[in-house]
């Protein structure tokens, strides 16, 4: 029989974790039988593909409790017959003196509602993201004594107190992360480092396939008079660690002498600024901003690019991209990937082997770089058909996803229950 998976999100379906929807589709694909539990609504207008073709019902908590305080007062109530309810509240208020702010306690609100409201078939528990999500299936899985697993990325770990990471970690049955410098350090802050396991997003090459990808070095215009705009690409929210405010200053040292366009995808808050940035640097008849879009056309911009730059950088509160999905994407079209050398990126990319990388936030290391692949085409093509090798080769989404099955296999109820949970 299949096993019965409860997979809690921050928020579902979201347009930029598109590597959580492969990953859900291929589980249901595995046989395991899935429901959503969004902590939020959708924000997006659009959905990929992948989003439809997956089968999951989708429950929606209460985003903030006093909106249906029906659910939550049904919740609590009947959460006081469960077996770990006090145990629960037990736990959460040891977080809460910790971090008594009014996110913890809609975390435990939603907890309630979730044990109340929770598919009689689950098994299992399994949040995506280590900060809130996890604390909302945490606390579920205590009041319902059902085990939990999670899968960690950037902001979830980098962002949150220690205290909190070593205590998910004593509670959960296993949990996994997607680069190898947030695998160390979980194992760190875990009395039983073994729980902690390393497990690459990878790509579906079915759906990433590079039928037609045009890997042509011509850069010349149909009558030869002049050469056309190498065209450049990014695909990333505009926020802080994706760092264009730096990969704007760099295309602004160019040599006017280059021909190039750059093409931006990606919604996020920083977007107007960059915009503005763009004008004062009078670069913005170089530039098209498309914002957010739909996977399937995300997939013909890599195949018309010839350069993917990508300038992530660690910001103040320690916020970081793990190891880029676009980055594995664009590889996936042979289009050569321009990166820098901070958290997993390095584990990808092999600099000067299968991309180049630079260090985040040097800007004239940065535009010189830009400056050599966008004069070198050969180089280009080199870098973008060995970056492609290496993807394929390394970077496979079924590699992981025999990995997450064996987990789900080894999880069992009686495992949980035997756990020397200290509180």
């Given at each position: 029989m299949a096993r019965s998976i409860t997979l809690v999100l921050k928020g579902y379906p979201r347009l930029s974790e598109t590597f959580i929807a492969q990953e859900i589709r291929q589980l249901e694909r595995r046989g395991l039988e899935i429901t959503i539990v969004s902590l939020r609504h959708p924000t997006d207008k659009q959905v990929h593909p992948i989003h439809r073709e997956i089968k999951a019902p989708v429950i929606y908590l209460p985003e903030y409790l006093h909106q249906e305080p029906l659910r939550v007062f049904k919740g609590l109530i009947r959460s006081l017959a469960k077996p770990g309810f006090f145990k629960a509240l037990k736990t959460w208020l040891k977080d809460f003196k910790r971090d008594p702010t009014s996110n913890r306690f809609r975390r435990f609100g939603q907890a309630l509602v979730l044990a109340n409201e929770l598919p009689k078939p689950t098994q299992q528990l399994y949040a995506h993201f280590i900060h809130t999500p996890a604390s909302v299936t945490r606390y579920t899985s205590i009041i319902c004594d059902i085990p939990w697993s999670a899968s960690a990325h950037a902001k979830d770990i980098w962002t949150i107190p220690q205290w909190e990471i070593k205590e998910k970690l004593d509670d959960i049955s296993w949990l996994v992360?997607?680069?190898k410098a947030n695998t160390e350090y979980l194992k760190q802050l875990a009395a039983s480092p073994e729980k902690v396991g390393l497990v690459y997003h990878g790509l579906d090459f079915e759906r990433f396939n590079t039928e037609s990808t045009d890997t042509s070095t011509d850069t010349l215009s149909e009558n030869h008079a002049e050469p056309k705009p190498v065209q450049l690409i990014s695909v990333g929210r505009a926020v802080e660690k994706k760092g264009y405010d730096h990969l704007l200053n760099a295309l602004a040292k160019l040599p006017k002498t280059l021909?190039?366009?750059?093409?931006?995808?990606?919604?996020?808050?920083?977007?107007?600024?960059?915009?503005?940035?763009?004008?004062?640097?009078?670069?913005?008849?170089?530039?098209?901003?498309?914002?957010?879009?739909?996977?399937?056309?995300?997939?013909?911009?890599?195949?018309?690019?010839d350069l993917f730059v990508l300038a992530s950088k660690v910001i103040g509160d320690g916020d970081r991209d793990g190891l880029p999905n676009v980055l594995?994407?664009?590889?996936?079209?042979?289009?050569?990937?321009?990166?820098?050398?901070?958290?997993?990126?390095?584990?990808?990319?092999?600099?000067?082997?299968?991309?180049?990388?630079?260090?985040?936030?040097?800007?004239?290391?940065?535009?010189?770089?830009?400056?050599?692949?966008?004069?070198?085409?050969?180089?280009?093509?080199?870098?973008?058909?060995?970056?492609?090798?290496?993807?394929?080769?390394?970077?496979?989404?079924?590699?992981?996803?025999?990995?997450?099955?064996?987990?789900?296999?080894?999880?069992?109820?009686?495992?949980?229950?035997?756990?020397?949970?200290?509180?």
């Open positions: 992360t997607c680069t021909h190039w366009k750059f093409t931006h995808i990606g919604g996020g808050p920083l977007l107007d600024d960059l915009k503005k940035q763009a004008e004062k640097l009078t670069i913005t008849p170089h530039i098209e901003w498309l914002g957010a879009l739909p996977q399937e056309t995300v997939l013909q911009h890599y195949r018309k690019a594995m994407e664009a590889q996936s079209q042979a289009l050569c990937c321009l990166s820098t050398n901070i958290s997993g990126i390095p584990e990808l990319i092999e600099n000067g082997i299968t991309g180049l990388l630079v260090e985040q936030k040097n800007e004239t290391e940065l535009a010189k770089a830009l400056e050599n692949l966008i004069s070198d085409p050969q180089l280009r093509q080199q870098l973008g058909n060995a970056g492609y090798q290496r993807v394929t080769k390394e970077f496979s989404v079924t590699q992981g996803i025999d990995t997450l099955m064996e987990k789900f296999q080894a999880t069992s109820s009686d495992q949980f229950r035997n756990l020397d949970v200290k509180r």
